[in-house]
């Protein structure tokens, strides 16, 4: 595990994550796309709209069909209608969420490779069908629920996103409570506070895990930032920590790939 390189030819990679709730403009990729999961959301509802709104294309992953119509198609709500496809093996879909997607045009596919997870199947569909191209992708419900259950998304961070850059776009896990993704090894300069005088969406808590593997990492901005600090499971880890009030970019270098969280504002 060797210390963080300080040369120019470091990979620098920007972060605007603000820009996927608030709305606004995307990095480089074709959109955002959006991966409904099979966990509650109902208390966030007027949150996931917006969301719903922001994305180009919006996928369930087969149980979370059901999480939207109860949300909004069941009580006569048609904001939530517009989903293009639910895939899965379909174990848990429901038939009368099914039926009502179905009549709206919503392409159903039944996948049912018992080596992959549902999450999994989204965001191969979506890759295959935009070709290559990079798109961003944002599942709800990422993480919350059963602990393996939150694990397996942590893990699907790493295993879809392979290789040293984000060549098929980026991925996140959103939650009512945070949002979090994985951070390659490189510097990352993460916007937390806008300039354009827009809502500020995410609040102070901060963590960075090395779930991975163990690694170094140098931070700026944070309330305890750190230089060259090793950081490992079973040593020193970096979670509760603070944004400044003043800071309006986190800047996090790091020798492996380490997943960064960020609480959402009013959060607790």
Known sequence: MGAIDESPDMEVFEWCPGALIRGGPQRESTGLA????????????????????????????????NRLYDAAGKHGDPSLDALCVIIGDLDSLRPETRAYYESRRTRVIQDPDQYSTDFG?????????????????????????RVDQGLSQIHHLYLLQPGPRYADGRLYLYSA??????????????????????????GKHVG????????????????????????????????????RPETRVVEVETTEDVVFTIALRGAA
Request: net charge neutral; charged share 20%; with cysteine.
């Open 208 to 243: 960075i895990l090395p779930v991975g593997r163990p690694c170094r990492i140098t931070t700026r901005g944070l309330e305890w930032d750190v230089t060259d600090w090793e950081t490992g499971f079973g040593g020193n880890v970096s979670t509760s920590n603070h944004v």
């Open 121 to 145: 199947k989204a965001v191969h569909h979506i890759r295959q069908t935009h070709s290559g191209r990079p798109v961003d992708m944002l599942a709800i419900g990422g993480l919350g629920g």
């Open 177 to 202: 409570e945070s949002l979090t993704f994985l951070l390659k090894p490189g510097r990352h300069r993460i916007r937390v506070r806008g300039d354009d005088g827009g809502e500020d969406v995410f």
């Open 34 to 65: 959006l991966i409904v999961l099979n966990q509650p959301f109902e208390d966030n509802l007027a949150a996931i709209r917006q969301l719903w709104n922001n994305a180009s294309v919006r996928i369930a992953a087969d149980g979370g069909a």
